[in-house]
């Protein structure tokens, strides 16, 4: 099943050199598993609900299993350290949901636990 890594990032008006740095490597991290961007630094062009100040990233794996090896990777975490030094923000680790996903099955197991 499809995996995310999510990123709502809060870069500075103008950005480092170590983050341009950041960006010109995290490819070759995310190529040994199969990661791609989806999403890459877009800033928000409409809220409907709520607040989502920052930029965001969504890059797809084939499995969390990939997703999370790439993160804890020894390539990536010499890479973190640039671009965390330099703005802050949240990254989560997500599972997608499985082909023929309904939403209404979910709705309807959900509601029989409750009971």
Known sequence: MTAYAIGNLHPKPVLDEEVFVYMERIQDTLDPFGGRFLVHGAPTREVREGAWPGAVVIIGFPSFE??????????????????????NGDVLL??????????????????AATR
Not at 79 to 87: A, E, F, K, N, Y
């Open 94 to 111: 997500i599972d997608g949901v499985p082909e023929g996903y309904e939403a209404a099955a979910t709705a309807a197991a959900l509601r």
């Open 66 to 87: 990939d997703a999370r090896a790439w993160y804890d990777s020894a390539p990536y975490q010499a890479l973190v350290p640039l671009r965390t030094r330099h703005m």
